[in-house]
């Protein structure tokens, strides 16, 4: 069945340490691959996407995050945590042949300590 | 270019009851997709609208059911609410095409059913 796991629901890390967000699917073929940040009381705006070529990609907010086929993962992360990264953070895949329709994961958690 | 907007932003019903639910998306953008986020999950695919016609539906019984009107701006209605229905409901506008083109997302509303 097609899925989108992520592993850690709940993730606490100190300021100025480095954060990795695990993300793993399940799909056919190679889905586009997404991750979003969603802050209390807000939408989700998106960090950074995955469709082909380099398989590291950089986003917003100096997030990068790694595909890697043989292991169907799409992992975040990101060097050095500011307080206001704490957020909950969503994998998310789609299908062209769906029209990009979003599958999402059940999010991790991130708490910044100071 | 005003973003994508949602009405209302808290909502209170009782079981049994109706809700529609208002989002006006993006400028130039002619597809709205909905979301159903329950309280610590990810958000799930209800249905995409596309050019006024309903482009694909998730998992959601018929008594989820959506509008999108001329000007692409869209309503999900939801009959006989149950109290599994208490969630964040997230509207998202794109411009489909055979290219990707990134969703935004909008607030949300919070429905509560009691």
């Known amino acids: 069945a097609q899925s989108v796991t992520q592993p850690d629901i709940h993730i606490t890390v100190s300021e100025g340490a480095s954060l990795e967000l695990r993300c793993n699917y399940s799909y056919g073929a190679t889905p586009y691959l997404f991750w979003y940040v969603q802050s209390p009381g807000q939408g989700l705006q998106l960090l950074l996407k995955?469709?082909?070529?380099?398989?590291l990609v950089q986003g917003i907010k100096g997030f990068e995050a790694e595909f890697k086929r043989s292991q169907s993962s799409f992992n975040l992360r990101k060097p050095s945590v500011h307080w206001s990264d704490a957020a909950e953070y969503f994998c998310a895949v789609g299908l062209r042949s769906n029209d990009y329709k979003l599958s999402f994961g059940a999010g991790t958690t991130v708490t910044v300590r100071a | 270019e005003t973003g994508v907007t949602q009405s209302p932003t808290h909502l209170i019903k009782t079981r049994g009851q109706q809700v529609t639910l208002r989002c006006s998306s993006q400028?130039?953008?002619?597809?709205v997709s909905w979301y159903q986020q329950a309280l610590g999950q990810g958000p799930q695919f209800i249905f995409q609208y596309y050019r006024e016609e309903e482009n694909g539906r998730g998992n959601f019984p018929p008594r989820f059911s959506g509008l999108q009107f001329p000007n692409y701006s869209s309503e999900l209605n939801v009959n006989a609410l149950e109290l599994d229905d208490s969630a964040l409901y997230l509207c998202?506008?794109?411009?489909?095409?055979?290219?990707?083109?990134?969703?935004?997302f909008g607030p949300g509303t919070r429905l509560t059913v009691l």
């Open positions: 400028s130039g953008h002619n597809t």
């Open positions: 998202a506008s794109s411009l489909l095409r055979d290219s990707y083109n990134e969703q935004f």
């Open positions: 995955y469709f082909s070529g380099d398989t």
